[in-house]
């Protein structure tokens, strides 16, 4: 793998630095930026208004290496899963929702792009594939924003929203995420407002205290789907480090400095985390934040035990939510006949290849 800084990894300030190191005059730096950000252009040389002599400096100096697409599944209710290959021959995921289509069971009028913030990841949820084969590495700033303007090349579509729950845990990668919502918000970059990014997380506390303190608006996701510790310790070894009281009090930190509400994600998965005591005491801890809860049926994910409550159930955990005065919604299914589940797609791809063993 080159060493080389990926020139689309660059802020802006960055890139004029470079630039007046070679003595460029200060509108290069828009060029540039256009050439990148607007035109999309996947190599330095196709920068054609660019002295050669320069673009033979930066491809000295710099790599450009986006994530190539490798092909995309269409679900029958719409939703579009696309699958990258990047430079280390590794796969990563993301997944596009359409305009129309129900998120977090409530109409929207959004192109929503989840994408992923790692190969693989560390933090091992019981129900998730994407922790089946442990972690392999981070994705760097121009891979995680990659993700928006590749869909946007194979769809023609402009991605108006966005969410951070695709494979990995991108609390764990907050180096590279802050640097992609720069190139991802900025009028220069992509140009997605800072309101329409959700970032979710499983529960890094102190991390979540760091993007409490970012100054833009972002949108905050909790991966919850338990309660209490005794059943967040049994699914999410993560609370084993950060428990409820814990979480829930870095919570109350990023309310006091945020304005958008928190979403607390809850899949519902039988005789785990599905009772009416659960339900009573989520309807408390969610009450106490103004938070709203999206509830979501399991996803039989291959090689997992969980089994899916039914339907009815589902409906009578939502009604006592509601009718402790909280907001919750319950995820119609999408994508579920292709493996929307973030990482099936990639684990499947990456063991026929033999990058990995099959984990299952
Ligand atoms: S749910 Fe998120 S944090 Fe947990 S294993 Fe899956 S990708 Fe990682």
Redesign the pocket.
């Known amino acids: 793998m080159t060493k080389r800084p990926n020139l689309n990894s660059l802020t802006r300030t960055e890139l004029a630095d470079a630039l007046a190191e070679h003595k460029q005059p200060a509108f290069r730096t828009d060029q540039v930026l256009d050439w990148l950000w607007k035109k999309r252009v996947r190599t330095i040389d196709e920068m054609t208004n660019l002295p050669a002599k320069l673009r033979q400096v930066l491809n000295e100096e710099f790599s450009m290496t986006p994530p190539s697409p490798v092909g995309v599944l269409k679900s029958s209710d719409t939703t579009q899963k696309a699958l990258f290959k990047l430079k280390d021959g590794r796969y990563v995921e993301s997944v596009l929702i359409p305009a129309s289509q129900a998120l977090y069971g409530e109409k929207s009028d959004r192109l929503t792009l989840c994408v992923s913030s790692q190969v693989g990841?560390a933090?091992?949820?019981k129900f998730?594939a994407?922790?089946l084969a442990g972690f392999t590495r981070n994705l760097d700033p121009d891979e995680i924003a990659g993700q928006v303007v590749e869909v946007e090349r194979a769809t023609g579509q402009r991605v108006n929203n966005m969410v951070f729950m695709g494979?990995?845990?991108p609390l764990a990668n907050i180096k590279n995420l802050l640097r992609a919502l720069e190139l991802i918000t900025q009028p220069w970059g992509i140009g997605i407002g800072a309101r329409h990014l959700t970032i979710s997380t499983?529960g890094l506390v102190p991390q979540i205290k760091k993007l409490a303190d970012h100054p833009q608006q972002i949108r905050l996701a909790i991966?919850l789907h338990g309660a209490t510790d005794e059943v967040r310790n049994k699914i999410m070894p993560v609370n084993k480090k950060w428990g409820v009281d814990e979480l829930f009090d870095a919570l109350h930190y990023w309310n006091e400095r945020k304005k958008q509400r928190l979403t607390l994600e809850y899949i519902l998965i039988q005789g785990i985390n599905d009772s009416e005591k659960d339900a009573k005491i989520l309807a408390q801890k969610a009450k106490g934040l103004g938070a709203k809860v999206n509830l979501i049926p399991y996803n039989t994910v291959e090689g997992l035990e969980w089994i899916r409550p039914s339907d009815d159930h589902c409906r009578r955990f939502k009604n006592i939510l509601m009718n402790a005065g909280v907001t919750a919604t319950l995820r119609t299914e999408k994508g579920h006949d292709i493996d929307a589940a973030?990482?099936q797609l990639r684990l499947k791809k990456e063991t026929e290849e033999g990058i990995i063993e099959s984990p299952v």
């Open positions: 990841c933090y091992g949820c998730c994407s922790g494979m990995g845990e499983s991966s973030c990482g």
